[in-house]
């Protein structure tokens, strides 16, 4: 089910300086960029490789306020990693299969979320600290009507 990593979120205080940052760094292009304003970030997302099942991304995360998820993330903890995103062919179906472990899931239906895809979280407290987040890319078999 949990067939490759979509991406990993990183916090920052500043998206313009981080994506000038990682982009030299690692060599990286960026190919998005977006506002969501349901989860109170703008973001971007820069590429990593292209696989079987889709590509997979660093994705740069700026709080729009101090009361969002990682708004709230940075005055705690500061910038880093954020969250791990797993890509999977049906979210529907990936949150079942985690809440019938006995994960809490964070979203009762997917949401809407970069590049036309659609997401869910599940809480890093029942997965060893780590805030986990289900993509379904949006070319993925679920999405293909
Ligand atoms: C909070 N905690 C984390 C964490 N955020 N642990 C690991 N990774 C994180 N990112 C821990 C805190 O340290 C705390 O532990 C406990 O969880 C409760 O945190 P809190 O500070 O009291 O905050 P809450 O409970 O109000 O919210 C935390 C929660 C929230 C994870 C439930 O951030 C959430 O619903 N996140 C899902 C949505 C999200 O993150 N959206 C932004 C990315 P202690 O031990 O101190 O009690 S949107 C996105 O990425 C989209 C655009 C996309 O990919 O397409």
Not at 75 to 100: I, N, S, T
Not at 107 to 117: L, N, W
């Amino acid at each position: 089910m949990f067939m490759r990593i979509d991406h990993i979120g990183i916090a920052c205080h500043d998206l313009e300086a981080k994506i000038a940052l990682f982009s030299d760094t690692f060599e990286l292009t960026v190919v998005a960029r977006e506002v969501n304003e349901e989860q109170g970030v703008r973001e971007a997302m820069l590429h990593i490789a292209d696989g079987e099942g889709g590509s997979s991304y660093i994705q740069l995360l700026e709080p729009l306020s101090p009361d969002t998820p990682v708004g709230k993330f940075l005055a705690k903890r500061g910038e880093g990693v954020h969250h791990v995103a797993f890509g999977v062919p049906d979210v529907a179906e990936a949150m079942e299969r985690l809440a019938g472990k006995g994960v809490r899931l964070l979203d009762e239906r997917p949401r809407h979320g970069s590049m036309g895809s659609e997401i869910a979280f599940a809480h890093p407290k029942d997965v060893g600290g780590m805030l986990t987040e289900l993509v379904q890319a949006a070319g993925a078999p679920a999405n293909v009507k």
